[in-house]
């Protein structure tokens, strides 16, 4: 009995270990997406990591760096919208302690004056730990056109 424990205790810590990242990562999700829905754009980029190697891939676009994506997606925050973004499932692959994948799809709805149109998207982020903080180095993110 002793040694079957000494041999699953490492799994049993790394499961752990993983849920309490998975939940981590989950809830600065959770604050992106509610940034997002706030229109709040400082709040929105803090959680891009800094590169120039692909920062964000959306609609077929890639943008290198987190500047290109504030540039192009900031305008989008300043309409006179509201969104709503609705997870219809997330799931995370723990990478390494420091690395994470989030994988979901879900629907934005947003309302306007002239109505309310919800569309369907998809989307991938890998996350990074940096000084005690998750942060987002790439995301891609597609609605299909196929509807």
Known sequence: ?????????????????DAAIEKAVLA???????AAEARDAERFFSFLADTTKGSVI???????TPQAVRARVEPGFRRPVKVTYRWKQQHVTVLAPDSVLLVGDGETVVTTDQGTVTQPFAQSAVWVLRNGVWKIL???QSTPKNL
């Open 138 to 140: 790439h995301a891609h």
């Open 58 to 64: 959306q609609d077929g676009v890639l943008s290198l």
């Open 28 to 34: 600065a999700n959770d604050q992106v997406t509610r």
């Open 1 to 17: 009995m002793r040694i079957l424990f000494l041999i699953l205790w490492p799994a049993i810590l790394f499961a752990q270990a």
